[in-house]
């Protein structure tokens, strides 16, 4: 079955520190990419996806690049700042060998990070 | 637009209490999602709808019934509460559109706590 594996957290940085989230999948089909964040009191909001192989997504000054060879997608970004302070999540997206997605998303169990000034 | 919008945003329920939560969305969107997030874990999903008047149970069926009247509404129902039903819900929808992946959009999440 699907699964999504996300470092641990909680991770606490610095502002301006650079940022690395893990994770990493295994799918049976061809997935599809992505990162939720979640501020706190909120629901979950998508920041960023990859469709296929190769493709980076980004927003924000975030960035995950779609790595199939090590089943990877892990979230960066250079200079994180206070209000970046969040849950983050990686789903994924099955897409069956014909195309067509299966629309249910599996998500890893979140990463919290706290952003100090 | 208002999006994805869910009442209550908390409730005490009492074991073997019942109680409905409410989920809307304006979007116009045919898929709809009903998730529980517990401390320290990701999402499960509970139920899911494609369309109106069709429903199939995710991962977590357990003690919930759902029902898709309308494109707009999808109450998650909760017939016997019990304390393992504590837990934060989430209600999504997303519009599918042939192969193309679907971004989910998320309500703001009802806190239920059974005592």
């Known amino acids: 079955g699907n699964s999504v594996t996300q470092m641990e957290g909680p991770v606490t940085l610095s502002e301006e520190a650079f940022l690395t989230i893990n994770c990493t999948y295994t799918?049976?089909?061809?997935?599809?990419l992505f990162w939720y964040v979640q501020y706190p009191g909120e629901g979950l909001q998508l920041l960023l996806k990859?469709?296929?192989?190769?493709d980076k997504g980004s927003n924000k000054g975030f960035e995950a690049t779609y790595r199939k060879e090590t089943t990877s997608f892990h979230l960066e970004k250079g200079s994180v700042q206070v209000s970046d302070s969040a849950v983050y999540f990686c789903?994924?997206?099955?897409?069956?060998?014909?195309?067509?997605?299966?629309?249910?998303?599996?998500f890893g169990k979140g990463t919290l990070l706290t952003v100090n000034p | 637009n208002a999006g994805v919008t869910q009442t209550p945003k908390f409730r005490i329920l009492k074991i073997g209490q019942s109680m409905t939560l409410q989920c809307t969305q304006d979007?116009?969107?045919?898929?709809m999602y009903w998730y529980r997030q517990d401390p320290g874990m990701g999402l499960k999903l509970i139920y899911y709808?494609?369309?109106?008047?069709?429903?199939d149970k995710g991962e977590v069926p357990n003690g919930y019934n759902v029902s898709r009247s309308t494109t707009e509404d999808f109450p998650l129902r909760l017939e016997l509460a019990a304390p393992s039903q504590t837990s934060v819900y989430f209600c999504?929808?997303?519009?599918?559109?042939?192969?193309?992946?679907?971004?989910?959009?998320f309500g703001p999440g009802t806190r239920l706590t059974v005592l």
């Open positions: 709808s494609v369309g109106a008047g069709i429903t």
């Open positions: 999504a929808s997303s519009l599918r559109q042939g192969g193309v992946s679907d971004t989910q959009y």
């Open positions: 789903a994924l997206s099955d897409r069956g060998r014909s195309g067509g997605s299966n629309y249910k998303l599996t």
């Open positions: 979007m116009n969107h045919n898929y």
């Open positions: 799918a049976t089909g061809y997935p599809s």
């Open positions: 990859a469709t296929k192989a190769d």
